[in-house]
T-cell receptor, first 114, second 116 residues
Framework: SQKIEQNSEALNIQEGKTATLTCNYT??????LQWYRQDPGRGPVFLLL?????KEKRKERLKVTFDTTLKQSLFHITASQPADSATYLC?????????????FGKGTKLSVIP | ETGVTQTPRHLVMGMTNKKSLKCEQH?????MYWYKQSAKKPLELMFV???????ENNSVPSRFSPECPNSSHLFLHLHTLQPEDSALYLC???????????????FGPGTRLTVL
């Protein structure tokens, strides 16, 4: 069956370092992959989208890579700050290429320590 | 903040009660979604509406009943719930342009539901 794994439930990192979060998937080839941020008690907020034909996408201190051979996406936050502490979710269109239904991973809770 | 509002934000109900969750989106989107989020589990898609028609029902128990009267409003009617239904219920909307569309979803703040 199709599966999404964010292989760290929690990640602690020192302020100023680069945080790297991983999203792996199996048995599917998504047309795109999205990353969301979720703060406690709130809904997820969209951060970045990367398509299957793109290797890398950047937005300010955020960088996402997408390796369709490894079936993996990496999400990097450079020069991390305590305000970056949140749960980060990856999501794929597992229902079908270009469909509008996303399947989410469990998320990685990032804590940036001052 | 995100253009999607949900009420109430918190709800406590007994197993015999009937209640409704409300979602409204101000983004002009065509698709709306209900998700359930339980601790330590990924977001579970419950229902999808596109242009006010239900297009997906992921084997959700009949004690959850959605209603989409127009493209801006979505309801989730609850009756005879179980304690294991306690969770954060999230509403989302997207443009939903069909094949090839990379639908970014915009979420509301959620309703924290506790079933006693």
């Amino acid at each position: 069956s199709q599966k999404i794994e964010q292989n760290s439930e929690a990640l602690n990192i020192q302020e100023g370092k680069t945080a790297t979060l991983t999203c792996n998937y199996t048995n599917y080839s998504p047309a795109y992959l999205q990353w969301y941020r979720q703060d406690p008690g709130r809904g997820p907020v969209f951060l970045l989208l990367i398509r299957e034909n793109e290797k890398e996408k950047r937005k300010e201190r955020l960088k996402v890579t997408f390796d369709t051979t490894l079936k993996q996406s990496l999400f990097h936050i450079t020069a991390s700050q305590p305000a970056d502490s949140a749960t980060y979710l990856c999501a794929l269109d597992m229902a079908g290429a270009g469909s509008y239904q996303l399947t989410f991973g469990k998320g990685t809770k990032l804590s940036v320590i001052p | 903040e995100t253009g999607v509002t949900q009420t109430p934000r918190h709800l406590v109900m007994g197993m015999t009660n009937k209640k409704s969750l409300k979602c409204e989106q101000h983004l002009g989107h065509n698709a709306m979604y209900w998700y359930k989020q339980s601790a330590k589990k990924p977001l579970e898609l419950m229902f999808v509406y596109s242009l006010e028609e239900r297009v997906e029902n992921n084997s959700v128990p009949s004690r959850f009943s959605p209603e989409c009267p127009n493209s801006s409003h979505l309801f989730l009617h609850l009756h005879t719930l179980q304690p294991e239904d306690s969770a954060l219920y999230l509403c989302a909307s997207s443009e939903a342009g069909g094949l090839g569309n990379t639908d970014t979803q915009y979420f509301g703040p959620g309703t924290r539901l506790t079933v006693l």
